[in-house]
């Protein structure tokens, strides 16, 4: 029979478990830009910032992350004028509540001419198409 206290310690090393997929995601790329406030991303107005907000425990989000990485590496060459970012949103929950993030991965263009909450990938104004 379980006890109290040895559901509680296995729902600890759960919990440690998902806070290492979610570190793993991005921390360390040399590509992606954590973003943890979008001054940074204000800041720059001729830079286009292609921004993924993600939960490291959305199984889509962990299967998406090479994609991202992939994107970001092969479009180094257009650094600063493209920067790939990424928001965690389990550690900055409430940016991403702030942003209007209602599902993960969500992809957002931000530009000078955008919404201080980005463009979806799916609505933006270049034909782009998700």
């Keep these: 029979r379980t006890t109290p206290g040895r559901r509680l310690e296995g ?28 001054t940074q991303v204000q800041a720059q107005p001729h830079t286009v910032f ?5 939960a490291g ?5 962990q299967a998406f992350a090479p994609v991202w990485k992939a ?13 790939f970012g990424a928001v965690d ?6 940016l991403c509540r702030e942003m209007g993030v209602s599902g993960f991965p969500s992809v957002r263009v931000f530009t000078a001419g ?17």
């Design 89 to 94: 949103c389990v550690a900055d929950y409430v």
């Design 114 to 130: 955008a919404p201080p909450t980005g463009e979806e990938l799916a609505t933006c104004g270049h034909g782009c198409e998700s």
């Design 11 to 38: 729902c600890h090393r759960i919990m440690l478990a998902l806070a290492a997929c979610v570190v793993a995601l991005y921390t360390g790329d040399a590509y992606v830009q954590l973003v943890r406030d979008f």
């Design 50 to 54: 292609a921004i993924e907000f993600f």
């Design 71 to 83: 994107a970001a590496a092969g479009a180094c060459a257009a650094r600063p004028a493209l920067t």
């Design 57 to 61: 425990w959305c199984g889509h989000c």
